[in-house]
């Protein structure tokens, strides 16, 4: 029986990371099964406490007395504390699946024994997706329409592209409650809708009868982790508003984007947003690897410039627009790049 676990969070007084420090322990402890373990947490006051408790950041993790992430030599000090992540980034709170391996050695397993970090990563990834795809499908339920009905800047934008190109189908991604795909089919675009939550796009769905381009919108409950239910070289252009930066990994929107070359006709136009490591929210929050921090519940995957440049990678990146939207305000950017008019190789 895996019973008598002390863990317990060492934080410097009004530190803004111990709060989602506790909470990322709490979920790691919760997913190998230890929902009962109680987190304390400790308040390091001065010098002498730091000293006695071989603190050298804030916050730590001490599991079973032990801190697993203790580098050598560092010296207790009254500090704030950086965690390298598994690509190299430093990061306030450690990586999820570095955590979880801490508290799965201090289980006694051999975490090799169980799975190895790929899949280790990999599982705990998927735990990440699935709880996410839970909580858009909640909000939507709690929110209906909870961006408005208005389309957004980038739909509008999207628009005037899409027509310059005379495209005529459009696949939109990421479409949530359909602000944008409405505006879209009012523009006369046919538009196939896609999102994981059902709630979103039965909001969607009924917006189309309000606005009478019900015969222009087609919805498809779709993960984008998974390929897309359309043949090749079927689609115009595609538009995806703060879909890529949802919580998947770089893999997976690698995947995405190679998808949705594939979906695409040859000269096809793809525009989409993303939140930046230029907002306010990147590196804060519970972190979960590969620059996702998560924020109130959402999680979110913060693009550096190398990502979106390696997106375009056999395509031609056309434009990269800075832009903010909301209230924080979110900081992104709107990627326009096309495919080549002759496929490679043909
Ligand atoms: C930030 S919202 C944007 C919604 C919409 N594009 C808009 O701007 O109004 C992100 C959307 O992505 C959807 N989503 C999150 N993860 C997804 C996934 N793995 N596959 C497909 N859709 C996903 C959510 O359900 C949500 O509707």
Not at 108 to 132: F, I, K, M, T
Not at 280 to 303: K, Q, R, S
Request: charge should be negative; glycine fraction near 10%.
């Amino acid at each position: 029986m895996l019973v008598g676990m002390r863990v317990e969070i060492l934080a410097l007084p009004g530190c803004c990371n111990a709060e989602g420090a506790v909470k990322l322990l709490r979920r790691v402890l919760d997913e190998v099964g230890l929902p009962d373990t109680a987190i304390t947490t400790r308040v390091i006051a001065d010098q002498a406490a730091a000293e006695l408790a071989g603190f050298t950041g804030s916050p730590t993790f001490l599991i079973n007395g032990a801190d697993p992430f203790t580098e050598p030599g560092a010296a207790p000090a009254l500090a704030c504390r950086l965690y390298p992540t598994a690509l190299g980034a430093l990061a306030r709170l450690p990586d999820h699946d570095q955590l979880r391996q801490a508290v799965l050695s201090a289980r006694g397993y051999e975490p090799a024994a169980v799975e190895s970090p790929r899949q280790l990563r990999g599982s705990a990834r998927r735990v990440l997706a699935d709880a996410q795809r839970q909580h858009w499908q909640e909000t939507y339920r709690a929110h209906p329409q909870m961006y408005g009905e208005q389309p957004s800047a980038p739909a509008i934008h999207a628009a005037g592209v899409f027509h310059r190109a005379s495209a005529r189908d459009i696949l939109e991604l990421g479409a949530g409650h359909g602000r944008d795909a409405v505006y879209l089919a009012g523009e006369g675009f046919i538009v196939q809708a896609t999102d994981v939550s059902a709630a979103g796009l039965e909001q969607l769905h009924a917006a189309t009868h309000q606005r009478g381009v019900t015969h222009r919108v087609r919805t498809i409950i779709h993960d984008i982790r998974n390929p897309l239910p359309l043949p090749d070289a079927s689609v115009d252009a595609v538009y995806a508003h703060m879909l890529l930066c949802m919580a998947l990994s770089s893999t997976e929107i690698r995947a995405a984007v190679g998808e949705i070359g594939r979906v695409l006709r040859p000269g096809g136009v793809l525009i989409y947003t993303v939140r930046h490591t230029g907002d306010a929210h990147y590196c804060t929050g519970i972190a979960h690897g590969d620059d996702i921090f998560e924020h109130g519940g959402f999680a979110v995957h913060f693009f550096t410039r190398q990502l979106v440049d390696d997106l375009a990678t056999g395509w031609t990146l056309n434009d990269v627009h800075p832009f903010e939207e909301g209230e924080l305000p979110r900081r992104l950017w709107r990627i326009t790049q096309t495919l080549p008019r002759q496929r490679l190789g043909t």
